[in-house]
């Protein structure tokens, strides 16, 4: 890891199992006019694995390279990102293979940047609901 563009053995950290950690003096350091896309949180408390999808066609992951298959398993939570300032949350669903139809969310709120959005889909038995609650990404992300 290097933490400046002059490439000098100073500049250079290694870690060894002797010394397994760095901190940086960066720490606690806040950087100035960023943004943070906004970013959504899915626990996935119903009876089934569903893959996630804003619109039709797209589906997002948890980061995984495009194109790959992601399922967020029943009882799990993850992280998803690239996603735009004033898309709409009604635009989130899922899909699971043993469902005729997707469940939608129904809030059609925009997301702005700098925001979290937490969302829980729960259910079973073909009777689901989605819940949100919008968290400020820097307390988020401080505190998880």
């Known amino acids: 890891m290097v933490d400046s563009a002059e490439y000098t053995e100073s500049d250079t950290i290694y870690l ?3 010394n397994p950690t760095f901190t940086t003096d960066a720490n606690g350091a806040k950087p100035k006019g960023t943004s943070i896309k906004p970013v959504i949180y899915i626990t ?13 066609n797209r589906q997002l992951s948890n980061g995984a390279d495009a194109g790959e298959d992601y399922a967020l398993i029943s009882g799990t939570g993850d ?15 899922f899909s699971s293979i ?3 139809q997707r469940v939608y969310i129904t809030d059609t709120t925009a997301m702005e940047n ?4 937490k969302i ?5 038995s073909g009777s689901y609901t989605t ?3 919008t968290n400020d990404a ?3 992300f401080e505190n998880n």
Do not use: H, M, P
Not at 120 to 124: Q, R
């Open 44 to 56: 996935n408390n119903c009876d089934k694995s569903v893959r996630v999808y804003y619109g039709q």
């Open 16 to 18: 060894t199992s002797a």
């Open 79 to 93: 992280v998803f990102t690239g996603l735009e300032a004033e898309a709409a949350l009604s635009s989130i669903n």
């Open 120 to 124: 829980v889909l729960a259910g079973s």
């Open 114 to 117: 700098n925001k979290v959005y």
């Open 138 to 140: 820097e307390t988020f």
């Open 131 to 133: 819940t949100i609650t």
């Open 98 to 100: 043993a469902w005729q």
